[in-house]
Structures are given as structure tokens and as C-alpha cells.
């Protein structure tokens, strides 16, 4: 298995600019979040996604929509990209039948907005 | 806003000294969780600690919880330079929805 695979690893985009970080997972998770962490505030909550279909908002989701079409796959889309969006973007998943299970992350998405 | 929170926020320490840190949270919980990050790459899980348990062992990694407190410390003993990571206590927001992360220790062990 190959986890939570995400790409691009980096990215430079301009001001105003839009882009899609691309997120993976190939253990049938049916949770899946998106965080941003930046120096000092440790990871902070985007969107997430209980299953395919349904998404919510968590503690940062201005500027970002997410959508989740399969199990699998649960972009991130960032509208107009500001520099206030430079930050490196985990995502992550997990098993829903228990509240007891561990978040499986991907390796970061370091994005730079200039 | 960030559910839980670690003390110290750096720590240094020698290699084979034991290593503590601390969690504290804010609401009540069926679950905490320790995670480690090395630099430049993504969270692994270490520990999962249920609110009915005080205590959990695995390996090195000594994991104490006490509810009335609403707080953890995550001990390392006998720390080696490749413990040298940040760590970040982790709970449920409501039931088992997305972690929320505290803003992590930064524990550097010296050679």
C-alpha cells in the first residue's frame, strides 16, 4: 500500500493564481482532512470529508474548496491563491468504524505564493 | 481554535536522558493521541491513549493520561539522536471527526 499520497510536493504560485493539491489514499479510509501548518501555530484544520460526497468546513477554510467525488480522492482547490496561503498543506486519513484509530498522513505539500 | 496544547514548546536534552512533555486540552475527550513529525515530512502516529485508560507503554514511548486535569505527558526514555522530532498531542474534535492538534514540542537530543 502505498498510504496517503499527495502531489505536488512543492509549488510556487503568483498572487491571484489558482491551483488544485492533488490528495490520494488507497486504504478505503472514509475520513479525510486537509491541514495547513505554519511556523508556530502547529496544524490547523481546513475542510474535511467523512465520506464521498459530504465535506465540512473546519477551523480555516477561507480561500479553499474541497470536493469529494470517490473514496479515494480529496482534492484541495485554492481559488486565488493570496500570500497569506504559504504554509505546507498535510493530508490525512482514517478509519471511521471506530473513534479509536490513528491518522495516516501524507508528506506535505510546501506551498509558496509570491 | 487548537484543542490541545504542549509544554514545553523546545526542549534540548542529551542523548539516553529521558524526555518529557506535556498535553493539555480542552474539552472531554473518548481518545488522545501523540503524534511525531521529523523535520520536513508529514505526522506519524505514535500512542493512542483512551480516556478510561491512566497509562500506556510501547517500547520507549511511556503515555499517561488524567482526565480530571484534562491533561497527558508523553515521557521518552533513554532518548537517542533520532528522536530529535516534533511532537504534538492530538484529541477528536466530536466523537472520532478530524484530529485537532495542539502547536507541538520541538525536541532536539544531542549526541
Known amino acids: 500500500n502505498a498510504g496517503v499520497t499527495q502531489t505536488p510536493k512543492f509549488q510556487v504560485l503568483k498572487t491571484g493564481q489558482s491551483m488544485t493539491l492533488q490528495c490520494a489514499q488507497d486504504?478505503?479510509?472514509?475520513?479525510m482532512s486537509w491541514y495547513r501548518q505554519d511556523p508556530g501555530m502547529g496544524l490547523r484544520l481546513i475542510h474535511y470529508?467523512?465520506?464521498?460526497?459530504?465535506?465540512d468546513q473546519g477551523e480555516v477554510p477561507n480561500g479553499y474548496n474541497v470536493s469529494r467525488s470517490t473514496t479515494e480522492d480529496f482534492p484541495l482547490r485554492l481559488l486565488s491563491a493570496a500570500p497569506s496561503q504559504t504554509s505546507v498543506y498535510f493530508c490525512?486519513?482514517?478509519?471511521?468504524?471506530?473513534?479509536?484509530?490513528?491518522?495516516?498522513f501524507g508528506q506535505g505539500t510546501r506551498l509558496t505564493v509570491v | 481554535s487548537q484543542q490541545g496544547e504542549e509544554d514545553p514548546q523546545a526542549l534540548s536534552i542529551q542523548e539516553g536522558e529521558n524526555a518529557t512533555m506535556n498535553c493539555s486540552y480542552k474539552?472531554?475527550?473518548?481518545?488522545l493521541q501523540w503524534y511525531r513529525q521529523n523535520s520536513g515530512r508529514g505526522l506519524v502516529h505514535l500512542i493512542l491513549?483512551?480516556?478510561?485508560?491512566r497509562e500506556k507503554h510501547s517500547g520507549r514511548l511511556r503515555v499517561t493520561l488524567d482526565t480530571s486535569k484534562k491533561s497527558s505527558s508523553l515521557l521518552i526514555t533513554a532518548s537517542r539522536a533520532a528522536d530529535t522530532a516534533s511532537y504534538f498531542c492530538?484529541?477528536?474534535?466530536?466523537?472520532?471527526?478530524?484530529?485537532?492538534f495542539g502547536k507541538g514540542t520541538r525536541l532536539s537530543v544531542i549526541a
Open positions: 490525512a486519513s482514517s478509519y471511521s468504524g471506530t473513534p479509536y484509530t490513528e491518522a495516516f
Open positions: 486504504m478505503n479510509h472514509e475520513y
Open positions: 470529508s467523512v465520506g464521498a460526497g459530504i465535506t
Open positions: 474539552t472531554s475527550i473518548n481518545n
Open positions: 491513549i483512551r480516556s478510561n485508560e
Open positions: 492530538a484529541t477528536p474534535r466530536e466523537g472520532n471527526t478530524p484530529l485537532v
